[in-house]
């Protein structure tokens, strides 16, 4: 699987709960799919964004900080209406409703919808748990739920799970590696003569005097 195709598979789930958390309960297929890559889009977007602001303010340590997103959500259009800078200069004051308001989805009777959806918060007349009231996302979930060991082993070393270990690769014939065997063949290597610079072989010696040729 391409790493597009699996982009999409993993973030498809999360379209089709917030979809349903919205009141649809059906869809075709290609509208799911072109949802799902806009939303791939944009998140490719705000990160690529975020990475650019980090390297430009502070080039030594270009890890993200709240202040490279918050930029980002502000070049991506997600923070409106919202004065530009010299506009809050002018008028001596920052502008927050964007940000009131984009904060304010968060708290709102929608997001708490789509967190139901997914399984974070319970439904009314739900058991709660205390152990359960961490759920795992959804990742996760498929996750254990498609291994039969109920192990992260099977993912090692895959996008969907730890990072794997570095195992040497043992070259045929006994190289530890691949630097070894290649100063292995370096050395191996015959050692090259000292030759003609011109490239011109000398002529034989019979015919190196003029003697007995027609002129």
Known sequence: MSGNNLQNALL????IQILRATG?????????DTLTDL?????MFLAQTTAAHAANAHPSDP?????DIYQALQDAGALRPQLREWEEDWQGSEDLRGLEGFLSWFTSHSNR????VAGFVPSEG????PDLIEKDDFLTVLKKKHSKTGEESRYSGTVLGKT?????IVIEGGAP????????????????TETDSSGVSSAPSNLSDGEGMDV
């Open 113 to 116: 919808e789509i967190r139901r």
């Open 24 to 32: 649809y309960h059906s869809t075709r297929p290609s509208v799911l």
């Open 177 to 192: 590696s691949l630097q070894e065997w290649g100063s292995q063949m370096r050395s191996r290597a015959p050692y090259i």
């Open 39 to 43: 939303t791939a889009r944009y998140l």
């Open 126 to 129: 739900d058991m709660i748990d």
């Open 164 to 168: 794997g270990e570095d195992h040497p």
């Open 12 to 15: 498809r789930p999360p379209i």
């Open 63 to 67: 890890v993200p900080v709240l202040e």
